[in-house]
């Protein structure tokens, strides 16, 4: 009788570590699926606004970068007073 419990608890071990392992294979499946670049739900051409204050080539470089891609679309920083509500007068 010992021999049978122990085969069985050996078959069950084996069993959870099938049922974990393709848990853990289909989470990794899915999540590549998500990130899959068909797959976006943002869409293209976000409006970014940014305010370059260093003014290096370095920074500039990153900036083309960020007009240079689908997913951004850089907008003009709106006058400082007009956003908060300010006459220029």
């Known amino acids: 009788m010992k021999r049978v419990i122990a085969q069985a608890r050996k078959e069950l071990t084996q069993v959870f570590a099938i049922v974990s392992q393709s848990f853990s294979l289909c989470t990794a499946a899915n999540s590549a699926s998500a990130l899959w670049p068909g797959n976006f739900v943002f869409g293209n051409r976000l409006p970014v606004v940014v305010q370059d204050l260093d003014r290096t ?20 920083l709106p006058f400082q007073n007009a956003a908060r509500g300010v006459s220029g007068s």
């Open 57 to 76: 080539p370095l920074s500039r470089k990153y900036i083309d970068a960020l007009n240079a891609s689908l997913t951004f679309h850089l907008k003009p």
